[in-house]
């Protein structure tokens, strides 16, 4: 088997117990059963274990459920995918994912609750992993109006459940086309089908960068061309600029014959050193102005030195303060030691007699004696710092002496030889110099970028690309994609009720939208013009076996599963409640063309060895073998359906 099959549906209520569903993974699996017996959750269920972003499970059961989930199979790999179920109208973004060989269903929702749960947005991605899906974005046509969504396996359950309310919808073929995502759903086929493969996006992307590096080429041949046609005039006008500036006489330019001759007088230019005559003191006010650079960094230096004295200075006289406050009280103190001089047993500070010298009249006399050397040594100081700032501005005068000098030879310099009007000379001829330089190593520049045999290169290469990937060539496969599956649609289609005047139709589904229409020999009739809910059922049960026959031949691990939600719908009213069971050889029209359908689905597993069909039906057909024996479950009492009679007694008890 080389596609995911379902092979379990389990649930779990909220007394941690389970009920696990089991369905062979090839072949058809036929649930029946009256009415509000669960049949159609079933869809539901898979759809939210698949990561869908609504939960649709029936108010009526979400209280009964704590969790619910689905074992895929292919070969001898199994997913299993749980998801939690919440009372209220919240979608639970809570998971337990698991992939391997003969996985364990867990027994109970408790062994859940201890395991780490992934999100939504990882269970997709694991699917998309497991089923071959890249990360690709659905804007293959890269229109700059359309805003592209990343294609994931969600957009694949379109083409997987045919639920209640699309099973004869004469207006939508797949489920969720009536809503906002259908141009997405519609685009995403592109890739889906096979239109558009990795291979084919990753030459997409470097047909891309290519167009972009043609259009950066064509605008350097805009400029060059421009350049080309401009070019005489240009020249000339440099030329002419040249004489006036008496570089190079008049009459040599009019000698020039062509373009040519002009870039080789001008190349001479751009490379020469211009002289301009009457400077001849040039180098001598270059010389001044270089000394007035130096005389200018020695004042800035001295004004830095004499400020950085100052403030020295500034905390010397700070600390001078200080000590002539604590002058007078040594004055003090001297005068009574002065008195006691012949003893040590009176006190320095207050002169009373002591029983003999202690430690702290010791520390007292030191600190004294410190405080007198340190303001001798202030004394000494401070006339220094004030000789040696004297010093510093004497010698920054010399400084701005010798700056006032260097200006008033400079500018007298400048005046006798009327150096400024040459000065200006030279900038301008400077000027002309640089246009030329500028002119050539454009020229240069653009001739590098642009040359005609890299253009024809590179459209050669995008023109293969395009043919290989662009619109055209995905249009065109997705053309051929079209024309099997509707070869495919026409063959099962031969095969199942129509109304006449449409048998034998050839079945056009427009995969760019998904409308289907019939064409016979007289015209061609939409899906929504045909009438019958019989035709709307043949249409739709025709094109979905001829997508999932094209999944087939794809050969790519997509689930392989189709689900119909009750094929007697066009032949039983709604209020038909009960399962409706069918004895007996003597078949009314109904039931023949019922019969009808269920003998293509028999005939299409055959066909298609990958498929699995489970379908949720009313009809009972007692007398046939192989209806009986597909039938896996069949719900008909009161007590039977996909929620235990008895979960739902205990809800209520509670």
């Given at each position: 088997?080389?596609?995911?099959?379902?092979?379990?549906?389990?649930?779990?209520?909220?007394?941690?117990?389970?009920?696990?569903?089991?369905?062979?993974?090839?072949?058809?699996n036929?649930?029946?059963?009256?009415?509000?017996?669960?049949?159609?959750?079933?869809?539901?269920?898979?759809?939210?274990?698949?990561g869908?972003?609504?939960?649709?499970?029936?108010?009526?059961?979400?209280?009964?459920?704590?969790?619910?989930?689905?074992?895929?199979?292919?070969?001898?790999?199994?997913?299993?995918?749980?998801?939690?179920?919440?009372?209220?109208?919240?979608?639970?973004?809570?998971?337990?994912?698991?992939?391997?060989?003969?996985?364990?269903?867990?027994?109970?929702?408790?062994?859940?609750?201890?395991?780490?749960?992934?999100n939504?947005?990882?269970?997709?991605?694991?699917?998309?992993?497991?089923?071959?899906?890249?990360?690709?974005?659905?804007?293959?046509?890269?229109s700059?109006?359309?805003?592209?969504?990343?294609?994931?396996?969600?957009y694949?359950?379109?083409?997987?459940?045919?639920?209640?309310?699309?099973?004869?919808?004469?207006?939508?073929?797949?489920?969720?086309?009536?809503?906002?995502?259908?141009?997405?759903?519609c685009?995403?086929?592109?890739?889906?089908?096979?239109?558009?493969?990795?291979?084919?996006?990753?030459?997409?992307?470097?047909?891309?960068?290519?167009?972009?590096?043609?259009?950066?080429?064509?605008?350097?041949?805009?400029?060059?061309?421009?350049?080309?046609?401009?070019?005489?005039?240009?020249?000339?006008?440099?030329?002419?600029e040249?004489?006036?500036?008496?570089?190079?006489?008049?009459?040599?330019?009019?000698?020039?014959?062509?373009?040519?001759?002009?870039?080789?007088?001008?190349?001479?230019?751009?490379?020469?050193?211009l002289?301009?005559?009457?400077?001849?003191?040039?180098?001598?006010?270059?010389?001044?102005?270089?000394?007035?650079?130096?005389?200018?960094?020695?004042?800035?230096?001295?004004?830095?030195?004499?400020?950085?004295?100052?403030?020295?200075?500034?905390?010397?006289?700070?600390?001078?303060?200080?000590?002539?406050?604590?002058?007078?009280?040594l004055?003090?103190?001297?005068a009574?030691?002065n008195?006691?001089?012949?003893?040590?047993?009176?006190?320095?500070?207050?002169?009373?007699e002591?029983?003999?010298?202690?430690?702290?009249?010791?520390?007292?006399?030191?600190?004294?004696?410190?405080?007198?050397?340190?303001?001798?040594?202030?004394?000494?100081?401070?006339?220094?710092?004030?000789?040696?700032?004297?010093?510093?501005e004497?010698?920054?005068?010399?400084?701005?002496?010798?700056?006032?000098?260097?200006?008033?030879?400079?500018?007298?310099?400048?005046?006798?030889?009327?150096?400024?009007?040459?000065?200006?000379?030279?900038?301008?001829?400077?000027?002309?110099?640089?246009?030329?330089?500028?002119?050539?190593?454009?020229?240069?520049?653009?001739?590098?970028?642009?040359?005609?045999?890299?253009?024809?290169?590179?459209?050669?290469?995008?023109?293969?690309?395009?043919?290989?990937?662009?619109?055209?060539?995905?249009?065109?496969?997705?053309?051929?994609?079209?024309?099997?599956?509707?070869?495919?649609?026409?063959?099962?289609?031969?095969?199942l009720?129509?109304?006449?005047?449409?048998?034998?139709?050839?079945?056009?589904?427009?995969?760019?939208?998904?409308?289907?229409?019939?064409?016979?020999?007289?015209?061609?009739?939409?899906?929504?013009?045909?009438?019958?809910?019989?035709?709307?059922?043949?249409?739709?049960?025709?094109?979905?076996?001829?997508?999932?026959?094209?999944?087939?031949?794809?050969?790519?691990?997509?689930?392989?599963?189709?689900?119909?939600?009750?094929?007697?719908?066009p032949?039983?009213?709604?209020?038909?409640?009960?399962?409706?069971?069918?004895?007996?050889?003597?078949?009314?029209?109904?039931?023949?063309?019922?019969?009808k359908?269920?003998?293509?689905?028999?005939?299409?597993?055959?066909?298609?060895?990958?498929?699995?069909?489970?379908?949720?039906?009313?009809?009972?057909?007692?007398?046939?073998?192989?209806?009986?024996?597909?039938?896996k479950?069949?719900?008909?009492?009161?007590?039977?359906?996909?929620?235990?009679?008895?979960?739902?007694?205990?809800?209520?008890?509670?």
């Amino acid at each position: 088997m080389k596609r995911w099959n379902i092979k379990n549906i389990i649930l779990y209520n909220k007394e941690n117990i389970n009920k696990i569903l089991k369905f062979d993974t090839t072949g058809i699996n036929i649930v029946t059963g009256r009415s509000s017996t669960g049949k159609s959750l079933i869809i539901e269920i898979i759809d939210y274990c698949m990561g869908s972003s609504e939960c649709n499970l029936a108010d009526g059961v979400r209280p009964v459920l704590s969790w619910v989930g689905i074992v895929l199979e292919k070969g001898n790999n199994q997913i299993l995918s749980l998801r939690k179920v919440t009372d209220n109208n919240k979608v639970s973004n809570e998971f337990y994912f698991e992939t391997g060989r003969s996985i364990k269903i867990p027994k109970g929702n408790l062994e859940l609750e201890d395991k780490n749960s992934l999100n939504r947005e990882m269970i997709i991605n694991k699917f998309n992993q497991l089923f071959g899906i890249g990360d690709v974005k659905n804007n293959f046509f890269d229109s700059e109006y359309k805003k592209s969504s990343t294609i994931s396996m969600r957009y694949l359950m379109s083409y997987l459940l045919q639920d209640d309310t699309v099973i004869i919808n004469k207006n939508h073929l797949l489920r969720g086309l009536d809503t906002s995502k259908k141009s997405n759903i519609c685009n995403a086929g592109y890739y889906l089908l096979g239109a558009v493969e990795e291979e084919v996006l990753g030459k997409k992307e470097e047909l891309k960068k290519l167009k972009r590096s043609q259009n950066h080429l064509l605008r350097k041949k805009v400029e060059f061309e421009n350049l080309k046609k401009e070019e005489h005039k240009k020249l000339e006008n440099l030329l002419y600029e040249g004489s006036q500036l008496g570089i190079l006489p008049e009459e040599k330019i009019k000698e020039f014959k062509n373009l040519s001759d002009y870039k080789v007088e001008l190349k001479k230019f751009s490379k020469l050193d211009l002289v301009v005559k009457g400077i001849e003191d040039k180098n001598l006010i270059n010389e001044l102005q270089i000394n007035l650079k130096e005389i200018r960094r020695k004042v800035t230096h001295k004004r830095s030195e004499i400020q950085m004295a100052k403030n020295h200075l500034n905390q010397s006289t700070k600390f001078e303060r200080v000590s002539d406050k604590q002058s007078s009280k040594l004055q003090i103190i001297d005068a009574i030691r002065n008195k006691k001089v012949d003893s040590d047993c009176f006190c320095p500070l207050c002169g009373s007699e002591t029983q003999g010298k202690n430690e702290t009249i010791n520390i007292i006399e030191t600190k004294l004696l410190g405080m007198k050397k340190e303001m001798a040594d202030v004394n000494i100081e401070r006339p220094k710092i004030d000789k040696y700032i004297n010093s510093l501005e004497n010698e920054q005068d010399e400084y701005l002496i010798i700056m006032k000098d260097l200006k008033i030879k400079i500018a007298k310099l400048i005046k006798e030889d009327n150096l400024e009007e040459s000065l200006r000379l030279e900038q301008r001829q400077n000027q002309w110099q640089g246009k030329i330089k500028y002119y050539l190593d454009d020229a240069k520049e653009l001739s590098e970028e642009y040359s005609l045999e890299e253009e024809e290169k590179l459209q050669k290469t995008i023109d293969e690309l395009e043919e290989e990937v662009g619109r055209g060539a995905i249009e065109e496969k997705i053309g051929d994609i079209r024309n099997d599956i509707n070869s495919y649609a026409y063959e099962i289609l031969k095969e199942l009720p129509l109304e006449k005047g449409y048998t034998n139709s050839t079945v056009n589904i427009n995969l760019k939208n998904y409308e289907v229409a019939v064409r016979n020999s007289m015209k061609k009739t939409s899906m929504k013009t045909i009438g019958s809910d019989m035709n709307y059922l043949s249409l739709h049960v025709a094109s979905l076996l001829a997508i999932h026959r094209h999944f087939n031949q794809m050969g790519k691990p997509y689930p392989g599963f189709l689900i119909f939600d009750q094929i007697s719908r066009p032949f039983y009213p709604e209020e038909v409640k009960e399962e409706k069971e069918i004895n007996g050889e003597n078949l009314s029209k109904e039931e023949v063309y019922l019969k009808k359908y269920f003998d293509v689905l028999f005939q299409e597993i055959i066909r298609n060895d990958s498929l699995q069909l489970i379908i949720l039906e009313h009809a009972y057909f007692e007398n046939d073998e192989k209806y009986r024996t597909a039938t896996k479950y069949r719900w008909r009492l009161e007590e039977d359906g996909l929620i235990p009679d008895e979960w739902i007694k205990n809800l209520k008890t509670v």
